[in-house]
């Protein structure tokens, strides 16, 4: 495949190392966006040239004549529109069944998650209604919403369970994303989210008692999950019973993912970080000395705005003020039944718009910052010789455009490893 007549490309290679991109160096775009008039040459799924367009076609496809294709090559003319790197979602609840449309009408009451928890809402709806799906009911609601995600340009998505709370069910989740993963093109990593609440039949020290004997090593043997997870907030599981599932969870091969302070700090956001996990999301509640101890721990903040967007809480989110502290985060988009956000541009929008987020910056915050945590040489997010080619093209010749659409699809072309989907 080749691009040719692209505008602006977004390549967020100004770091050649593996690492995130953070502090000001997020909205540097001297460093990370090349001027508009180059093309791109995709070979076997990887990126393998990137150059003058006009020396491209001069190269490989010197008689080209506007045609889409050739006997040789796919050839697409971005007619001088921008090119970003594929998206990342790197914290989605993919998998579940039912419906909690009725508890906006409880928020609006004045009811918090927490009290509509606790009459049997919230999780434990969700649950009720997942346990009773088959594994080919996961993997087809699973990848109609995959579909449906590739559509605003994700590429990746990390994958959670966490609506079973039994063995048989956090299992067959998994098995669900896994299936996916075969007949998707999306890239897609589960993560083991036993610890997601408490069942309301069990006692919380037996619940917790089957996750590390019972589930915990069946998942292990299963060997889907990459990572546990674990919802470490106020009300739900403590930060004792957070650090003993992580490090039971370590002895089995898994790393982890955290959802932390997302309403109130705990220091969960520290302990994420004591714990050498590679993510803690929500932290929407955490202190400044937390930040940077993530920050030097090399744990990703993963902010999720949909969900205070939904909830109807303050759009507060200290995005900014991590930029101005050298702290790196990610943005993702929490997808689940109370958050049912499919789009990354959206999510971003609401940053740029409502927070004051550089398009730039929500970029890197959407596709280089969250592939260091899901560990995959085929997932950078970055345009770059020799790396995997997923690319969008958006419908403007200025990258900004990628988020600028809130009630619109900003991209003509999503590119997973070299080919169109």
């Known amino acids: 495949m080749m691009i040719l007549n692209a505008g602006e490309i977004a390549h967020l290679d100004s770091i050649t190392n593996n690492s995130a991109i953070s502090g000001h160096d997020m909205t540097d775009r001297e460093s990370n966006v090349s001027p508009s008039g180059l093309g791109i040459l995709i070979q076997d799924g990887v990126f393998t040239s990137i150059t003058d367009s006009q ?11 506007g045609d889409d294709t050739s006997s040789k090559l796919s050839i697409i003319d971005a007619k001088g529109c921008a090119i970003i790197p594929g998206l990342i979602d790197s914290h989605t609840h993919l998998i579940w069944g039912g419906d909690r449309s009725s508890e906006l009408r409880l928020r609006q009451s004045g009811m918090s998650y927490k009290q509509i928890s606790d009459i049997g809402g919230g999780i434990q709806r969700t649950v009720m209604s997942t346990r009773q799906m088959t594994l080919k009911d996961m993997v087809s609601t699973g990848l109609s919403r995959v579909v449906e995600a590739s559509k605003y340009g994700t590429c990746a998505m990390e994958v959670k369970s966490g609506y079973g709370l039994d063995t048989e069910t956090e299992l067959r989740l998994l098995e669900a994303a896994s299936e996916i993963s075969r007949i998707s093109d999306v890239g897609i990593f589960p993560t083991w989210l036993g610890a997601h609440d408490f069942p309301h039949d069990k006692r919380r020290t037996d619940y917790i008692d089957e996750l590390l004997s019972d589930q915990l090593p ?10 546990c997870d674990v919802f470490c907030e106020e009300g739900w599981y403590t930060n004792d019973e957070t650090e003993s599932i992580v490090e039971q969870a370590k002895e089995h091969g898994l790393q982890s993912r955290l959802h932390v302070d997302e309403f109130v700090d705990s220091d969960g956001l520290a ?15 955490s202190n400044t000395d937390s930040r940077q101890k993530a920050s030097d721990a090399g744990t990703m903040q993963t902010f999720l705005p949909g969900t205070p967007y939904v909830l109807g809480n303050t759009l507060d989110l200290p995005l900014n003020e991590c930029i101005d502290s050298n702290w790196a985060f990610s943005l993702a988009t929490d997808y689940n039944p109370n958050c049912r956000f499919l789009s990354l541009p959206l999510v971003s929008n609401i940053c740029c718009t409502r927070m004051g987020l550089d398009p730039l910056a929500a970029l890197i915050a959407t596709t280089r910052n969250p592939a260091t945590t899901l560990e995959d040489d085929t997932i ?10 997923n690319v969008n ?13 809130p009630g619109e699809n900003p991209f003509s072309h999503t590119i997973i490893s070299g080919n169109i989907v």
């Open 55 to 65: 020396s491209l076609q001069t190269e490989y496809a010197p008689d080209w004549d």
């Open 218 to 227: 069946k998942v292990s043997e299963q060997g889907i999950a990459k990572w």
């Open 271 to 285: 302990l994420a970080a004591d714990l050498g996990c590679v993510s803690a999301d929500h932290v929407a509640k």
């Open 380 to 389: 950078t997010g970055r345009i770059a010789v020799g790396h995997s080619a």
């Open 393 to 405: 093209i958006v419908l403007s010749s200025d990258i900004d455009g990628w988020c600028q659409t």
